[in-house]
Each structure stands twice: as C-alpha cells, then as structure tokens.
C-alpha cells in the first residue's frame, strides 16, 4: 500500500507562484509514474502533468505548459508541482496520484492506482 501526502497549496494573487509537493511512503517510489490531477468546484478532475518514474520524460496539459513544472526526487520519494504565473482559472484540488506500472494514457484517472487527499491552490484576481 502506498501513501500519498500533498502540502504547499495556499491563496495566492494571480501572477504568483507555488510548489506543490507530494510525500509519498513505501520502498518502491522510484519505480512508479506519477501525475498531478486538478478538481475545480462543479467540474470533472482533470490532468495536470505527468512525470516517468525516473523523471527522464514529463508531459504537461496544454492549459499549464510553460508555466508549471514537474519534477521528482526518488531519494525523497517526493514528487513536486512548481506552479507559476499563475491565473485564477487554475484555482482548483489538486491532487498527486502514482501508477505502478506506465499508463496506457497518462491522462486517464483510472490508470492511476493511489491517490492523495488533495490540497487547495486559489488563486485571486
């Protein structure tokens, strides 16, 4: 069983940044992929970014490219969520989640087998 524990979400103006970082327990952290997922109120969550177990390859929404960043230390087993320029529509949830093994789609909640309790990121205007 693996644990994910999410922390750094907070009220932030618009244009500002913040880091997300995602605790996660067990042995095996290294070996599996892992995203971030975005809820905002009323609507269905949505992907984020993805970054491979070894963190060689990372993959972003369109919505957030450029701006956010993942990245993840094994040693750690922490996963992190650097947000920038931020803007109010990115007001959400967010969540980390790991896949065992690569997900057939990286965007698909269903291929994500644990799931963290989340942590609220609002951005004002």
């Known amino acids: 069983q693996v644990q994910l524990v999410e922390s750094g979400g907070g009220l932030v103006q618009a244009g500002g940044s913040l880091r997300l970082s995602c605790a996660a327990s067990g042995r095996t952290f290294s070996s599996y992929h892992m995203g971030w997922f975005r809820q905002a109120p009323g609507k269905e969550r949505e992907f984020v970014a993805h970054i491979t177990w070894s963190g060689g390859s990372t993959y972003y929404a369109d919505s957030v490219k450029g701006r956010f960043t993942i990245s993840r230390d094994n040693a750690k087993n922490t996963v992190y969520l650097q947000m920038n320029s931020l803007k109010p529509e990115d007001t959400a949830v967010y969540y980390c989640?790991?896949?065992?093994?690569?997900?057939?789609?990286?965007?698909?909640?269903?291929?994500?087998?644990?799931w963290g309790q989340g942590t609220q990121v609002t951005v004002s205007s």
């Open positions: 989640a790991a896949a065992i093994g690569p997900p057939r789609s990286i965007e698909g909640i269903h291929e994500y087998d644990y």
